[in-house]
């Protein structure tokens, strides 16, 4: 079994930043993909960024590229989640997930652990 546990949520400003983590516990993810994915109130969980299991593949949707930057300490199993020029429509439950088999996928269906989400909102 592994747990994943987000922090880092909060409300900000827009064109605010803030860091979310995810860190696991129960089981070592330093050989799987993880990914963030968000879903905002009446919207599908959707796809944000991913990190191969050594950080050398990551893989971004259009809507934050060039904003946020994941990146992942294994010695800690940690991995991370830097959010800069935060929008409104960046609003959302966070969630960090897990892929043991690695694969690199931005389908939520191939990520078999999940956490419990972190809020972010962005004031406008």
């Known amino acids: 079994q592994v747990q994943l546990v987000e922090s880092g949520g909060g409300l900000v400003q827009a064109g605010g930043s803030l860091r979310l983590s995810c860190a696991a516990s129960?089981?070592?993810?330093?050989?799987?993909?993880v990914g963030w994915f968000r879903q905002a109130p009446g919207k599908e969980r959707e796809f944000v960024v991913a990190?191969?299991?050594?950080?050398?593949?990551?893989y971004y949707a259009d809507s934050v590229k060039g904003r946020f930057t994941i990146s992942r300490d294994n010695a800690v199993n940690t991995v991370y989640l830097q959010m800069n020029s935060l929008k409104p429509e960046d609003t959302a439950v966070y969630y960090c997930a897990a892929d043991y088999l690695g694969r690199r996928s931005r389908r939520k269906e191939d990520y078999g652990y999940w956490g419990q989400g972190t809020q972010v909102t962005v004031s406008s």
């Open positions: 129960g089981r070592t993810f330093s050989s799987n993909t």
């Open positions: 990190i191969s299991w050594n950080g050398a593949y990551t």
